[in-house]
C-alpha cells in the first residue's frame, strides 16, 4: 500500500529496501517493483521492517 497524504506525506507498507536518496528524488523497492517519489526538501521520516514514511512536496510517485 502506497498512501499521498495531501502532497506532503508518503506512507508505505511492504517496502523491501531503499534504492536511492536525494533531496527530489527517493526510490524503493516494493514487492518485485520499483517506486519512485518525485518532489522537493524530500526526507525519509521513519523506515523500519516493512514500512516507510517520506514528508516533502511530492510532485509524483512512479512505479515500475
Known amino acids: 500500500n502506497i498512501v ?3 502532497g506532503k506525506v508518503v506512507y508505505v507498507e511492504g517496502q523491501k529496501g531503499l534504492v536511492s536518496l536525494m533531496e527530489d528524488q527517493i ?6 517493483k520499483i517506486v519512485s517519489v ?3 526538501d524530500l526526507k525519509l521520516k521513519e ?5 516507510l514514511s517520506i514528508s516533502g512536496e511530492i510532485d ?5
Request: glycine letters at 10%; charged letters at 25%.
Open 4 to 6: 499521498n497524504i495531501n
Open 27 to 32: 526510490v524503493f523497492r516494493v514487492k518485485n
Open 38 to 40: 518525485y518532489g522537493k
Open 47 to 51: 523506515m523500519s521492517l516493512g514500512t
Open 60 to 64: 509524483k510517485i512512479e512505479v515500475n
